[in-house]
Each structure stands twice: as C-alpha cells, then as structure tokens.
C-alpha cells in the first residue's frame, strides 16, 4: 500500500481522478482526510511541512492544495505565498477556528478558499470540489463558446481563463480572483452587494462577517487598476457593494 508521505507518479496525472495535495503536521488530521478524499474518489499525497510538500509538488501534478497555517518551520501562509509566485494552483487554507486575522491574509496571499478547525471531512470535500469545479469549468454566457470580454483595452477569454491587460501581457489570476472578476463582467454598471458577490463568485453562504470578498477585490483592484491616479473600474457604493464601472463588450 502507498505510504501517505510518498508522492504519486507524475505519469498518473493522466487519470481522471482529480490528485489533492494534503498538507498538515497533525497526523490524525492528515490521515483522516487522506482516507476520506480518496474513499470519494480523489487520488492523494499528503505532506508534513513544506520541505515534502515542495518535494511533492516538484515531482507529481497536482490539481489541488490543502494548506494548514500552523506548520513546523515554513508556516502555511508563507508556503502559500511561494506557490503563488510561480502557479495559480488552487489552496484551500486550513485555519484556526475564528481567527479572522489568518483568513483575510490567506485570502490576500490568493487562497481560493478556507476552512476553520475543527472541520467536517463533507465540509471539506464539498469545498474542495467546489474550487475544482470553478477552475476546471469555464463558464460560458448565454451559451456562447469562446466569446471574449473586452474593456478598457483589457480582455477576458473564459474559454481559457485568461486575462490579457492593454499591453497584450497574460495577468496571473487566482481562483477567486477571476470568478469575482467574471461575476462583475456579466453584470456591469449594476451594483452588486457582496452577499450576491459571495454567492456568485464562491458558490457558498456568505456570512455578514465575512471579509473576503473585499479582499479578494483589493487584489483585483491592485492588478486592474496599476496606478492610482487611474478611473477606478470596481466601484465601492457604500452601503449597498459594488459596481463594475467599465463598458464591456463580447466578441
């Protein structure tokens, strides 16, 4: 039987089972959840710290990352960074229950999402296939197969979930980021409330406290709009959410 430290293959990238990358210094967690994500059909890794899951990631693909914060040396959030300079490979953070703090840096380092311990291994699955299935979907309007999304010079092309600035040069989004980004696309000059936001761009239940979505729109707003003297393109209407100000056209 695979030990759970030894990485798979790259050759089996090949199958059709989506391969996690599970990452946590706790052994009984680490176990639990490998158990259970591959009795749902998933293959596995797992990892103790970053020096396995960057040996890991260096010899297997992975589609997916299951990230704790707490780890010995390296910490999560660090090790998020490091796969942010280089992929857009999905992370779904492991945080403390109730630690807001871990959350929003998550988030802003490019999480796509989060989970509080303790946890339910369901409530995790559900929002590891979540995250899947917004990477490995693209989401097509009014079924119109690659149909571009131009504005302000900038383009959209959802067939490839790609962003192109003026220059022609590809930006790098996260998960979260492009889902929010396409959710204001196909609906632009129309305030959206970030309870429709959440709804839309994390396909979960929003909490009246949860600050992601602000900060997944900071983000996108530091990649959108480079200066600042620059029209803002996400509008804040206080009180009531967003509003994404450009005109946008579909060719």
Do not use: C
Not at 36 to 64: C, K, P, Q, Y
Not at 108 to 137: C, H, M, Q, T, W
Not at 222 to 239: N, Q
Request: cysteine-free; hydrophobic content about 45%; proline content about 6%.
């Amino acid at each position: 039987m695979q030990d759970e430290h030894m990485p798979f293959p790259a050759a089996a990238a090949a199958e059709a089972e989506p391969h996690v990358l599970v990452v946590d210094d706790d052994g009984e967690i680490r176990s639990l959840v490998t158990k259970f994500l591959r009795d749902h059909g998933f293959r596995v890794s797992a990892a103790r710290d970053g020096r396995e899951m960057r040996d890991i990631l260096a010899t297997a693909t992975i589609n997916l990352v299951v990230l704790d914060i707490m780890l010995p040396g390296a910490n999560g959030l660090d090790l998020a960074r490091d796969i942010r300079r280089t992929s857009s490979l999905p992370i779904v953070m492991l945080t403390a229950k109730g630690d807001e703090t871990d959350r929003i840096v998550g988030l802003e380092i490019g999480a796509d999402d989060y989970i509080a311990k303790p946890f339910s291994p369901r409530e995790l699955l559900a929002r590891i296939k979540a995250v899947l299935r917004r990477v490995n979907i693209a989401p097509v309007t009014n079924g119109a197969p690659g149909r571009l999304f131009r504005f302000e010079g900038w383009t959209l092309d959802p067939a490839r979930r790609e962003l192109t600035d003026p220059a022609g040069v590809v930006v790098d989004l996260s998960t979260g980021e492009y889902d929010l980004l396409l959710s204001f696309i196909e609906g632009p000059q129309r305030v959206l409330s970030r309870d429709q936001l959440l709804d839309l761009a994390r396909n979960r239940v929003a909490s009246g406290f949860d600050r992601s979505i602000d900060v997944q729109i900071s983000r996108l707003r530091r990649k959108i709009e480079p200066t600042a003297d620059a029209p803002p393109m996400i509008k804040t209407v206080r009180g009531a959410g967003y509003m994404f100000v450009p005109k946008v056209e579909r060719a």
